[in-house]
């Protein structure tokens, strides 16, 4: 077969303006693709340029004028990349990291990383984006030592920032009577929680990919459509199966779990402890469990699978 031919099977037949789109498109890509690494070269150079004042003996009034004349680049990301560049001095793992990804890339944790765990931070900065990485630094900062327990302390009824109408505040004071705020809520909470147990679907064995309404409205209940989290209220936007749907092929909705983009991103990295227990007793993990093989291989496949998308 000629290459004609086989072009014109695997792409079936283009038409000329096509083929000129098609390559208007791709050079395009090819050259903002090595724009973009050139630009993150100079990043990297920016900071020692700036300490050894080279811009000043090249006859530029600043380092910003400088950047912008021989790079382009604008005076945010002239600060972005000496901020970033004082960061990672100490840290050869995350230097590359920026190389290959962008200052973008490591930004989130550039406060977080030490030269102890630079290896460490480089791997996550590699592995995830950077919404996901946010949200993980996020969760590691609380568990961290000496961090401020969210979960253990007492929260002030006026903190949840709750307005009710005077006159459910009158009902309130009356159900509450002799008797704490805390007690009447978990009250509340046990009424609510039982009535949505009595009209809990049952699970749907050898299903489709597709969860049914039914399942998914009980779900989403319990959450009123936010991300299951422990403290997160951002709107859900994946229903999560705990125990991956593709080993099981069950719509559950005791293991169906409303969480959004980060923290699901999270969750298909192997990073939350007791995943199979309720999200009360989430917790973030410092490091992916390498037990769960079979997991991981399903959370690569979705990972995979998004790629392009994403
Ligand atoms: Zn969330």
Redesign the pocket.
């Given at each position: 077969m000629t290459n004609v031919v086989q072009n014109a099977t695997k792409n079936q037949v283009q038409n000329p303006d096509q083929i000129l789109e098609k390559n208007l498109h791709e050079r395009f890509s090819f050259y903002g693709k090595n724009a973009k690494e050139w630009t993150r070269k100079c990043a990297l150079l920016l900071p020692e340029i700036n300490r050894l004042r080279i811009w000043e003996k090249k006859g530029f009034k600043s380092i910003y004028e400088y950047a912008r004349i021989l790079a382009g680049m604008s005076t945010n990301a002239v600060n972005a990349a000496l901020w970033v560049g004082r960061k990672v001095e100490d840290k050869p793992e995350l230097k590359k990291v920026i190389e290959e990804k962008g200052i973008g890339a490591i930004r989130p944790i550039a406060n977080l990383a030490t030269p102890e765990t630079d290896k460490f931070w480089a791997e996550k900065a590699r592995e995830m984006s950077k919404h996901t990485l946010e949200a993980y630094a996020k969760e590691f900062k609380k568990s961290c030592p000496g961090a401020k327990n969210y979960y253990q302390n007492q929260i002030l009824f006026s903190d949840l920032n709750i307005q009710v109408k005077p006159k459910t505040a009158e009902k309130l004071q009356k159900l509450k009577g002799q008797g704490s705020w805390d007690d009447l809520m978990e009250k509340f909470i046990n009424l609510y929680e039982q009535k949505l147990e009595e009209n809990k679907p049952i699970p749907q064995e050898n299903a489709k990919r597709y969860v049914p309404a039914k399942i998914k409205n009980y779900v989403l209940v319990k959450t009123n459509n936010t991300?299951a989290?422990p403290g997160?209220t951002?709107e859900y936007k994946y229903l999560h199966h705990t125990w991956r749907f593709a080993l099981t092929k069950t719509h559950d909705p005791d293991s169906l779990i409303p969480?959004?983009k980060?923290?699901e991103r999270l969750a298909h990295a192997g990073l939350i402890e007791n995943e199979n227990q309720s999200p009360e007793s989430w917790k973030i993990k410092l490091e992916a469990n390498k037990t769960t093989e079979k997991w991981q291989k399903v959370d690569k496949w979705v990972a995979e699978y998004r790629k392009p998308s994403s």
């Open positions: 991300c989290f997160c951002k969480l959004c980060a923290h």
